[in-house]
């Protein structure tokens, strides 16, 4: 089994940074993809920034240029460095891992979720 677990939401000031960091643990084979999705009140779940095993990346029109993804393969971990933070980035912040069984399944795993608040 393969757990998630987030850290480094808070609030901020417009204008401000924050570094989420997303850490697997368990069982884990091959991890193909990492992501970020967040959710504000009221809204759907969206992608915010993803990256893949060969470190391709990709980000919603939103938040191009003041997110920067990545990722450390030996730690399992995955980072969302967000600058310039803006009241509409308000959100829970769900970090997903998309893994790979040694059987060959492919499956997702979410992490619990971190509260990011942008408001002076």
């Known amino acids: 089994q393969v757990q998630l677990v987030e850290s480094g939401g808070g609030l901020v000031q417009p204008g401000g940074s924050l570094r989420l960091s997303c850490v697997a643990s368990?069982?884990?084979?091959?991890?193909?993809?990492m992501g970020w999705y967040r959710q504000a009140p009221g809204k759907q779940r969206e992608l915010v920034a993803s990256i893949t095993s060969a470190g391709s990346t990709n980000y919603a029109d939103s938040v191009k240029g003041r997110f920067t993804i990545s990722r450390d393969s030996a730690k399992d971990t995955v980072y969302l460095q967000m600058n310039s933070l803006k009241p509409e980035d308000t959100a829970v912040y769900y970090c997903?891992?998309?893994?790979?069984?040694?059987?060959?399944?492919?499956?997702?795993?979410w992490g619990q979720g971190t509260q990011v608040t942008v408001s002076s």
């Open positions: 997903k891992l998309d893994l790979l069984s040694r059987y060959g399944v492919r499956y997702a795993v």
């Open positions: 368990g069982s884990i084979f091959s991890i193909n993809g």
